[in-house]
């Protein structure tokens, strides 16, 4: 039997354990898949794009696979559509294939090869031909268009990352399309609009402000067409605002310091510490709109971005050099949960880069601040045995009800179903341990398993 397709794969080794997840995860195994938070294209899914080649879809906009084939010697070029042909990318991927044991781009895409793709065996130098060609040719069938396969992965919510002025046209047309039964929900994403360190922040603020200000102008008008741009995303289903900031830190100022400090960010006079006040300040008031207008507020710090200038300057952003540093949430989130952590039905989901803050900070302020809730072990941290440290280090202090469920967070749609059943095999795990260990009974483990896996992301993202 292949590892892919093994029934007891990520589950305990010993046999009495092994055998209640089996029960637990045969609970979970069919329920539909509810992705409150990733990045696939709407539009890809509403015009029922068919997808590319092999390489396009699975290795060149996947920094998971980039990054350790570039770690092994390969040169960035031989990775990009562009400077190589499809093929000649491929045969690269799969001549490293070995490089992805135990990690968790590796199960995934293992998974996706036998399940999605019916391609079986291991990927090799001398194989890559043949599994290219077969991958091709799955492509190209009418049944392998995205809505057949939302379909098939059985995803009933699919939350999707968009510009503040994208007009969510394909999100409108997804919703009144009758054809289509599920759900396609807009996430409204500002990062670019708050961060005065973004190259293209002026005339972001610019465009902004013409467009949703009501006619105000300055800082004023800034706020109010942030506030009417949320409202629009409202209006077309969104249910979360999300924010990468590079940390957690909040600052509520005075209407006119951060007026001052608006107006020197455009006239380019802001130093470093003005950036960071103004970011920190904007995530205050992006609680704010949230208590307001509903929206759950996701944040996702600690990720030093683009670290190797050189290849941010040969290839841009979101090509494998994003590294995670420490972070502190206790002092930084303090000034946003002084005004908001206890506001009715105000919804904060913390995420992190840094595993040392799960006991020490984010369960404790969960177990706490009705507001905050626990996000999914994220980015480099959402591998088996990371999940299983995160459960391991937060139930203990904030419990099963105080996280948001899974968040795939992922640009590749044909990976979402081997993700959503890592996590839940990662779950039964967990809880299974609990019951052999008589920490819980094994009837309270099945309610805790559904609640974890399907009515956590629906409570906490409000659906």
């Not at 992705?35 to 920094?63: R, Y």
């Not at 960071?276 to 030093?304: C, I, K, N, W």
């Not at 948001?404 to 779950?427: K, V, W």
Request: proline fraction near 7%; include cysteine.
């Amino acid at each position: 039997m292949s590892l892919a397709t093994h029934p007891d794969r990520l589950l305990p080794a010993d046999p009495g354990t092994r055998s209640i997840a089996r029960e637990l995860l045969q609970r979970v195994q069919d329920l539909p898949i509810i992705s409150p938070h990733g990045h696939v294209d709407a539009a890809v899914i509403e015009q029922n794009t068919p997808f590319p080649d092999p390489a396009a879809l699975l290795v060149t906009p996947d920094h998971y696979v980039t990054r350790l084939i570039h770690a092994s010697g390969v040169e960035m070029d031989q990775l990009q559509p562009g400077n190589a042909a499809p093929r000649d990318i491929w045969r690269t991927f799969c001549a490293a294939w070995p490089l992805f044991d135990g990690t968790a781009s590796g199960y995934w895409l293992r998974t996706q090869f036998e399940t999605v793709f019916g391609v079986h065996g291991e990927l090799s130098a001398e194989t890559a031909d043949d599994s290219f060609d077969a991958i091709s040719a799955k492509l190209a069938e009418p049944g392998f268009r995205p809505r057949e396969l939302f379909k098939d992965f059985n995803i009933e919510v699919l939350a999707t990352t968009d510009d503040p002025l994208d007009d969510l046209v394909s999100h409108k047309a997804l919703a009144d399309d009758p054809s289509f039964h599920g759900r396609v929900l807009p996430t409204f994403r500002p990062d670019a609009y708050l961060n005065i360190a973004h190259p293209s922040w002026a005339a972001n603020v610019e465009r902004l402000i013409e467009t949703a200000s009501d006619g105000g102008t300055g800082y004023r008008g800034y706020l109010t067409a942030l506030e009417n741009r949320r409202r629009y995303f409202v209006e077309h289903g969104a249910v979360s605002a999300d924010h990468g900031v590079s940390t957690p830190a909040t600052l509520k100022l005075d209407p006119s310091e951060a007026e001052a400090l608006f107006e020197r960010a455009l006239s380019g006079q802001a130093t470093a510490r003005d950036r960071d006040a103004f970011e920190a300040h904007m995530m205050y008031q992006m609680a704010r709109m949230s208590v307001e207008d509903g929206l759950v507020m996701t944040l996702h710090p600690g990720s030093f971005r683009n670290h190797h200038g050189p290849t941010f300057q040969a290839f841009g952003a979101d090509t494998g050099h994003d590294i995670p540093f420490a972070i502190n949430y206790t002092e930084g989130i303090r000034p946003l949960l002084q005004d908001f952590g206890t506001a009715k039905d105000f919804h904060l989901v913390l995420f992190t880069l840094d595993e040392t803050v799960f006991s020490r900070e984010l369960a404790p302020l969960a177990g706490f601040y009705p507001s905050v809730y626990l996000g999914a072990p994220w980015w480099f941290l959402d591998a088996p045995d990371a999940m299983l440290r995160f459960r391991s280090a937060v139930t203990e202090t904030a419990g099963f009800s105080r996280s948001s469920g899974f968040i795939d967070d992922t640009r590749a749609f044909c990976s979402i179903p081997a993700r959503h059943d890592a996590s839940r095999r990662i779950e039964a795990s967990f809880l299974a341990r609990l019951v052999a260990e008589h920490r819980i009974s094994e009837d309270r483990a099945h309610e805790l398993i559904v609640d974890v896996v399907d009515s956590s992301p629906r409570r906490v993202f409000k659906l």
